[in-house]
């Protein structure tokens, strides 16, 4: 079944754009145990962590919430370990397209099958944007190896959302398990934007430690948003919190990174911040309305 959105954008409460899909119906996870406990570890994680699609449907529905669901596919990085099918993500989120927003993800190591999925998963299952992660991916995102992954997400009109800073996956493990920080530093996504000026792109996260760089960014190119997913608002760097309050409170984005942090615990320290009132609902759920284009 192809995923068409049936999101009552008036009735739910927010839309959070960062949530992942971390295991299938057989069991099977996108990261190794060793990962995942590394992972869990960082962010002390309170909640199951592995969800499925299903899981994330009935929690979200709880929460009269709707939310971006996806996976990352790391398979020449991690060695050959599959990640759990986009296809499937998009076919089991139509089953719950009242809640769920599926995004895609495809292996930037191999740009030429990447671009043959992505048609694939934008015209047959209908998916609405795509999930990189360089630091896990292993690659570097400016790099014009991927020039035609990008060519093929705006050719479709699919958002890309890419991680951005730090990242709890290898964290603690001897040298983080070969993952590189520095593949997502987000001026390496400068070029991309500029060179794509039609790919509407996301930052994930406050980019720590390169905040700086993704206010700035997102400042000078009308193509590219914030989701503030990843950390709990309490720890945001203190310009990223004026900036999401002023200038860049049509671009900012909410997101948890549920399961490693709850909606719940993020909406709470969000709401100590010292945020414009009007800045509140567009961050919540008014900007990724238009971004989504639901």
Known sequence: ?????????????AIDVHTHVEADDHHHTSLDTELLDASAGY??????RTPTVADLAAYYRERNMAAVVFTVDATTALGGHPPVSSEEIAEQAADHNDVLIPFGSVDPRNPAEAVSRIHVLATNYGVRGMKFHPSLQGFDPSDP????????????????LFHTGQTGIGAGLPGGRGIRLRYS?????DDVAADFP??????????VPWADASISIATHKAN???????????YFPPQLTRAIGSMLKTKALFGSDFPLITPDRWISDFEHLEIKPEATPLIMKENAIRVLGL
């Open 224 to 234: 590219v948003f914030i989701d503030l997913s990843g950390w709990s608002p309490k």
């Open 145 to 160: 190896t991927c020039y035609p992954i990008y060519e093929a997400c705006a050719e479709h009109g699919l958002v890309t």
């Open 1 to 13: 079944m192809k995923y068409e959105s049936a999101i009552d954008t008036e009735a739910v409460t």
């Open 43 to 48: 962010f002390r994680a309170q909640v199951p």
């Open 185 to 189: 530093d987000p001026m390496l996504l």
């Open 198 to 207: 039609q790919l509407t792109m996301i930052l994930a996260h406050p980019s």
